[in-house]
T-cell receptor, first 113, second 114 residues
Framework: NAGVTQTPKFQVLKTGQSMTLQCAQD?????MSWYRQDPGMGLRLIHY???????DQGEVPNGYNVSRSTTEDFPLRLLSAAPSQTSVYFC????????????FGSGTRLTVV | QKEVEQDPGPLSVPEGAIVSLNCTYS??????FMWYRQYSRKGPELLMY????GNKEDGRFTAQVDKSSKYISLFIRDSQPSDSATYLC??????????????FGQGTILTVHP
């Protein structure tokens, strides 16, 4: 049971490049989310999903796309990277049962130059 | 204005002190409240989980929710240097889409010195 796995752990992009951050969970969780974390800002929700085929926007969705074709995977796509997207990105998943919060991955540190 | 507000600190206390961490929220639909702990360069981990108003205790940690004043608290008794971390409060609504959308505060940086 690996939990929530994020790849890559580190990435440097040039402005305008696109890339996909991968997220996979092996806990059969219905809910999955992507957050970004910047100093002094806490965790801000980018996109989330309540099940395969269902996604919705969070607080800061601009410049990011998601899709969820399977329960296990929830990739985050940066369409045209900008320096403002330099951040630490966390993927998380949770079950619908009471008492269970989100389980987080170890994060992807992204720098856009 | 953010839906969940948290004083970012930083907060520095001596070992053995009682620590009080607080958040306020503005969305009346929030029903589930959580506290996460995040060590440096790690992902957040769930510390406490409460539903609606009331107290919940787990070892040295006590979480309180007062829905009438929209106030969330975490108390740490007999604090230890290993408690040094960032503490994040979070809240979500109940059912369906609302349950999946977890909103976080800014996080409070806590240092417990020996």
């Amino acid at each position: 049971n690996a939990g929530v796995t994020q790849t890559p752990k580190f990435q440097v992009l040039k402005t305008g490049q696109s890339m996909t951050l991968q997220c996979a969970q092996d806990m059969n969780h219905e809910y999955m989310s992507w957050y970004r974390q910047d100093p002094g800002m806490g965790l801000r929700l980018i996109h989330y999903s309540v099940g395969a085929g269902i996604t919705d926007q969070g607080e800061v969705p601009n410049g990011y796309n998601v899709s969820r074709s399977t329960t296990e995977d929830f990739p985050l796509r940066l369409l045209s990277a900008a320096p403002s997207q330099t951040s630490v990105y966390f993927c998380a998943s949770r079950t619908g049962g009471y008492g269970y919060g989100y389980t987080f991955g170890s994060g992807t540190r992204l720098t856009v130059v | 204005q953010k839906e969940v507000e948290q004083d970012p600190g930083p907060l520095s206390v001596p070992e053995g002190a009682i620590v009080s961490l607080n958040c306020t929220y503005s969305n009346s639909a929030f029903q589930y409240f959580m506290w996460y702990r995040q060590y440096s360069r790690k992902g957040p981990e769930l510390l406490m989980y409460t539903y609606s108003s009331g107290n919940k205790e787990d070892g040295r940690f006590t979480a309180q929710v007062d829905k009438s004043s929209k106030y969330i608290s975490l108390f740490i008794r007999d604090s230890q240097p290993s408690d040094s971390a960032t503490y994040l409060c979070a809240a979500s609504g109940a059912g369906g889409t609302s349950y999946g959308k977890l909103t976080f505060g800014q996080g409070t940086i806590l240092t417990v010195h020996p």
